[in-house]
């Protein structure tokens, strides 16, 4: 009986043991349970974030796909300019050459009719000189008149007949008469004068007269 009773206490021991034990069993599951919960909670927390991160990072790649799509139009201009600008360098280059060539070839063409005026000018010039040796209205030197009046002068005038080349007259230069006359002196060669050309009448002998029929010659 002693046994008995000592079986029954000692397992209603363990079974306050056991029911201690289960309680403790019971309330780690509850708090497991809730770990898992907030466990749970927080890996949906982490879901949400990783989807929101996920979605801010497509929105700011397609962003930057836009900018940098744009960026690459952009360049693709900038490189069609460069290379338009190269093209209107290369246009310019060629004009300015083309241009240079043509001031070159205007410069020659105005020297040349700058020396074309110049020769005009002086050959202008000498007419002019020439025929400011023509003699005046009234001049009848060299006809058997002094200077240019009307009275005759006290030296004859002496018409030389045509030689040949054997004897060709040389040219002699009277003070008295103010000319050159074709005076013989001495038989030879031609004798040509040491200074300048200047026209002589072919009537009148004088220098500077240039007239080749002076019309005035048969009325004297």
């Known amino acids: 009986m002693y046994e008995l009773d000592h079986k029954v206490s000692t397992l209603g021991k363990e079974n306050s043991d056991l029911i201690e034990k289960l309680n403790v069993l019971e309330n780690d599951k509850s708090l497991l349970l809730h770990r898992l919960i907030l466990f749970e909670f927080e890996k949906s927390l982490v879901e949400h974030e990783k989807i929101v991160v996920h979605d801010k990072l497509v929105v700011e790649n397609s962003v930057l796909q836009c900018m940098l799509f744009e960026k690459d139009i952009e360049v693709q201009n900038l490189f069609e300019m460069v290379k338009s600008l190269e093209n209107n360098m290369v246009k310019q280059s060629e004009s300015f050459d083309a241009l240079q060539f043509e001031n070159i070839r205007l410069e020659h063409e105005l ?100 007239r080749p029929s002076w019309l005035y010659v048969g009325s004297i």
Not at 174 to 196: A, E, H, R, T, Y
Request: glycine share 10%; with cysteine; charged share 25%.
């Open 111 to 210: 020297e040349l009719e700058k020396e074309k005026i110049q020769g005009l000018t002086i050959g202008a010039g000498k007419i002019d000189k020439m025929l400011n040796f023509e003699k005046l209205f009234g001049d009848k030197r060299g006809l058997g008149y002094i200077d240019e009046s009307s009275t005759p002068s006290s030296f004859e005038t002496i018409f030389v007949k045509d030689v040949s080349t054997q004897e060709a007259p040389k040219f002699v230069h009277d003070p008295n008469l103010g000319f050159d006359s074709m005076n013989i002196v001495s038989k030879g060669k031609l004798s040509l004068p040491q200074s300048n050309f200047v026209p002589t009448c072919d009537h009148c002998g004088v220098k500077g007269h240039i």
